[in-house]
């Protein structure tokens, strides 16, 4: 995999004790995403928060709870594509609010359903994973550059799917989707990676297809930063370092991801009594059984 551009803000601006609404409050150049308080309201229904909570370079995150929890709402903010109705937040270095959100954009990689939803299905993969340096969707008449290609190419081998270049997306299978799409959100060296539910609607095979692959990127040192929304344990790659846990639009947990995979969290995140467990560096989740006695006869 090639070198990844690597976010790396002036060392002289430090955070100052200011509240979370202050319009002077300064950016903590040690963190890729922070937010503070941080609620997002639509129609008097709060989606998400209020939330706390900050990435720094080099972590992987997997953001995880039932559905309605606001876990793709918070993915939004921190793709620039929603402002929160109310707290702080900075992404790369950048307050919401005060930046061109195209310009942010750009230095983010963003795979979601709703992307997918977009592509026509004559477009050939090459050209569709390309066109992200280009900040478009479909090619027309554009010219690509020979370095552009090649660089194409190599994000389809990083995802094991260098074998489909000349496909069109409309003959790929949903598992060959995922791994075109996250090739498209690296293609612009982006300083921060988010995935939307990147394994929802894969079958087995195509689901530890997608985790071995997000695995394997982790593991590189010169992969951006990740964020990785899931409902599933099993989803989550090996390499993950954190978690958040939500549950109705607010948090359960947070921290080290081994602290925060405990059966209590998960209990208390999706209402239920859950048993996790962890086999060969990947966890796993049922509901508890029930404890009854049961009585020879």
């Given amino acids: 995999m090639s070198e990844m551009t690597r976010y790396r803000a002036p060392a002289d ?18 963190l890729l995403l922070d937010f503070r308080d941080v609620l ?12 706390t909570w900050s990435v720094e370079l080099d972590e992987r ?4 709870g039932p559905n309605g929890a606001g876990k793709t709402s918070l993915l939004r903010i921190a793709a620039a594509m929603e402002h929160p109705t109310s707290g702080y937040a900075a992404i790369l270095g950048e307050r919401l609010g005060r930046v061109d959100v195209a310009e942010l954009k750009a230095r983010i990689g963003l795979s979601s359903a709703a992307l997918a939803q977009r592509i026509p299905d004559n477009e050939v993969v090459r050209d569709l994973v390309v066109s992200a340096g280009y900040a478009v969707l479909g090619r027309w008449r554009e010219e690509y550059e020979e370095i552009d290609t090649a660089r194409a190419v190599d994000m389809l081998e990083t995802l094991g799917a260098e074998h489909l270049s ?3 997306y409309g003959t ?15 293609m612009t060296d982006p300083e921060l990676l988010l995935l939307d539910e990147p394994a929802a609607g894969l079958d087995l095979g195509g689901r530890e297809e997608l ?16 964020v990785l929304v899931t409902h599933h344990v099993e989803e989550i790659p090996p390499g993950f370092s954190h978690a958040l846990l939500l549950s109705e639009g607010g948090i ?8 925060v995979m405990t059966s209590e969290n998960l209990s208390r995140a999706f209402g239920q009594s859950i048993v996790v467990e962890m086999i060969d560096g990947r966890y796993f989740a049922r509901r508890a059984r029930a404890r009854a006695a049961h009585r020879a006869q």
């Avoid at 985790?211 to 990740?226: F, S």
């Fill in 13 to 30: 601006r430090s955070r100052g004790a200011m509240r979370h609404d202050d319009p002077v409050a300064e950016i903590d150049p040690d």
């Fill in 166 to 168: 000349d496909r069109t």
């Fill in 211 to 226: 985790v071995a692959r997000l695995g394997e990127l982790a593991a590189d040192p010169d992969a951006p930063a990740m």
């Fill in 61 to 64: 995150w997997v953001v995880l």
């Fill in 40 to 51: 997002l309201r639509r129609n008097r229904k709060v989606l998400v928060g209020p939330v």
């Fill in 252 to 259: 359960v947990a947070q921290g080290l991801l081994a602290d």
């Fill in 172 to 186: 790929l299978s949903e598992g060959e989707r995922k791994r075109v799409l996250i090739a498209r959100a690296l």
